[in-house]
């Protein structure tokens, strides 16, 4: 149970307090500070005020806990949903909001006639975007945004085995951090975070591509679909809307050139680098890396344009550890039991719930927790294997009998005795037999 004495926040609010710090303390002007959070600069002004007066709690809304005065009534939208089936259906949103209002008398925003289509899973007419592509501006402060891809290479020449390298680098001030993986995938994702973590701080926002380590291409799971998720998460988006980071994708490699422009010039300055140095392994390598990067970093960085550092610490209430990890929901037994990578786990807690979230960490340790709190469990021996069972109406086959078989001796005296069978001539209508 929390105390009195702490305040419980959600990421967004986290990320807020984190700006309107920033504000207070003039390391970026207010207007940024809104832009950033996203928020109008009235809405900054009254938040900074409130948070002056009241300290840290000031950031939480008034209303927390309680229902929107401005939700419609149900029974609104089921005749909304009801009207657009049987008059709009082939009407986009915002054609179908405005015949409402005037012929239905209705008034319904498009946005929320688009949120509840989506719910109710009801099709309609999109449009569709076009390509747009153009220049983009340096984000103004360090740890805004960090562009993140992993690079495919024979870093080492042939001397070790394949490795990719995880590349970070900052969009504001071009600083580089990077580590060497035996692949791409979940785990180096959330490890090499991790370790961006712990050096700098959570950025504001990640921009990276469309891997399926950082975007899941599957469809959401029934429990998603019950909370109106719309696609499914990977483990780093997950991991990502915890911590309050801004995931952005992008459409093309050229959109985050800067990291793609970084790996071609590593592709040609670390490859020589460890090759003087006859690196071979990749313990060698992230060796190497440590060493590299600082120098790298002092010649190659580019001054911000704002002075202000955005990356947040880590709240006392969230551990990394439990955040960057692998986490699966299971099904509770009736027998108190957990089946989980295929091995048994008996839960020795005393629990009335049927889903436990198992927790699989970078360090190896596994971990299971219910609500956020940690569950005594210990593991047991699988269940024995089961019989094979044959049915006894299986189906007949007939046996052949083997080359030497009697059957087959007695056959071919037969027709030894007889000999050869009279030829046969084919004659035609007309023709004498």
Not at 187 to 194: E, H, I, K, Q
Not at 402 to 412: G, I, L, T, V
Request: glycine share 6%.
């Amino acid at each position: 149970m929390p105390r009195e004495d702490m305040l419980l926040m959600r990421p967004h609010e986290w990320k807020r307090l984190h700006l309107i710090r920033q504000a207070l303390e003039k390391k970026i002007q207010q207007k940024q500070a809104a832009e950033l959070a996203g928020l109008s600069e009235r809405q900054m002004r009254r938040l900074m005020k409130r948070i002056r007066e009241e300290g840290d709690r000031g950031i939480l809304h008034r209303r927390r806990g309680q229902p929107s005065n401005r939700r419609l009534a149900e029974k609104v939208r089921q005749k909304v949903l009801q009207l657009f089936k049987k008059k709009y259906a082939d009407f986009g949103p915002t054609l179908a909001s405005e015949k409402l209002e005037v012929v239905d008398r209705i008034s319904i925003h498009p946005e929320t006639l688009r949120l509840w289509l989506r719910q109710a899973e009801i099709p309609y007419k999109r449009r569709k975007a076009r390509v747009h592509r153009q220049w983009r501006q340096r984000r103004s402060c360090f740890g805004e945004m960090v562009q993140i891809d992993g690079s495919h290479h024979d870093w080492l020449e042939g001397r070790g085995p394949k490795l990719v390298l995880m590349g970070y680098i900052d969009d504001a001030t071009s600083t580089v951090h990077a580590r060497f993986y035996d692949h791409e995938g979940t785990r180096p994702a959330l490890d090499s975070f991790s370790r961006y973590v712990q050096q700098y701080g959570i950025p504001l926002s990640v921009y990276l591509d469309k891997h399926s380590t950082y975007k899941s291409s599957q469809a959401p799971s029934i429990q998603e679909q019950l909370e109106a998720v719309t696609s499914s998460q990977s483990q780093f988006q997950r991991a990502m809307k915890e911590l309050g980071v801004e995931v952005i994708h992008a459409h093309s490699p050229a959109a985050k050139g800067r990291i793609e422009r970084l790996f071609q010039t590593f592709q040609d300055r670390l490859v020589k680098e460890m090759r003087l140095r006859h690196i071979g392994t990749l313990e060698q390598a992230n060796a190497f890396l440590e060493n590299y990067l600082p120098g790298y970093n002092q010649r190659f960085r580019v001054v911000a344009a704002q002075p202000a550092d955005l990356h947040r610490p880590l709240a006392a209430r969230q551990d990394l550890h439990s955040i960057l990890c692998l986490k699966t929901q299971r099904r509770l037994n009736a027998d108190r039991t957990l089946v989980h990578g295929g091995k048994r786990y008996q839960i020795e807690d005393r629990l009335r719930t049927q889903r436990l979230t198992v927790e699989e960490h970078l360090d190896g340790s596994l971990h299971i927790r219910h609500q956020g709190r940690a569950v005594q469990h210990r593991e047991i021996p699988p269940q024995p294997a089961k019989a094979l069972y044959r049915s006894a109406s299986r189906r007949h086959t007939t046996p052949i009998p083997a080359a030497n078989h009697p059957w087959r001796q007695s056959y071919k005296q037969s027709r030894s005795t007889l000999g050869p069978s009279p030829s046969l001539r084919i004659v035609s209508r007309g023709d004498s037999p």
